[in-house]
């Protein structure tokens, strides 16, 4: 049974009774209550009335008079509340929107910057020549890209641009110097800079390098090579041939013949070994 019937009733309920049945802020209803009618705008004021009107089954139109009544004889108070509270929640969306617009840019520019990273060519980087592990590119290669060279035609070698340098920890390197194209000549040409690993089989001498630049078989001997990437240019006097493999490749040079290797058949020549 419903025993509240007046306004009076309500107050004497108490502000935490009212809360926990209509979900009013407690400081709203506070000054409902209390009739403190400058802390609260006419929206406000007449919405929680209706509220408590359904709630309570009850009709409050007089205190929506005495709203009515002091919003008249006190007009600039009301009016100042008001106007103090749109301007505070004008200025919070601005800044809303401006921490958005500022977030978005922050993003975009972020996005741009991993994409491009992406979309550049991969940077090489030296191999761990003594725990090196190489990924076979194709386990049936052994088709012969064809380098046969007619020995009794005068050739110019670059034997004279190789020069090897080992260094105070006895480790073999290959000197810049300029690599000059010749006819007839048959060479390796990086699309991007690369590792690459050089030994000569009758000798067993090995050489290393990063570059950029051709190289070209003194075709007076005998090599193994290893590139730390296969996006490749290879030319020989039959014709050239453009490689686009991102792993490991392997080539010999033999007796006049230039041959793709895969993992195992480099080994066996390097006598079991990866490099």
Known sequence: MNTIHTFEDLQNLGVSVIHEQTHIA????????????GELTRVQFMGFVS????EYGMELSSLRDEY???VQSHPDTLIAKESVILQAQSRTRQKWILGGIIAIAVLVILGSM???????????EVMNLSSATVEVVDQNSDVIIPAEINTTVPIA???????????EKNVTTVADTSIISL?????????SKVWVGMMDLSTG????????????IDTTKNWLFIFGHGRLEVATPSGNKTLKEK?????SYENGKLQQLNDEQFRVKNKGSAW
């Open 26 to 37: 407690r400081s709203k209803l506070e000054s409902v209550l209390t009739k403190s009618f």
């Open 51 to 54: 509220i408590l009107e359904r």
């Open 68 to 70: 009515d009544q002091f």
């Open 114 to 124: 991993i994409q491009g990273n992406l979309t550049m060519a991969p940077s090489e």
């Open 157 to 167: 070698t670059v034997e004279a641009n190789i020069s090897l340098i080992k260094d």
């Open 183 to 191: 006819e007839n000549a048959v060479s390796i040409k990086p699309i």
């Open 205 to 216: 001498e090995k050489s290393q390098k990063i570059t950029k630049d051709p190289i070209v």
């Open 247 to 251: 792993d490991t490749v392997w080539f």
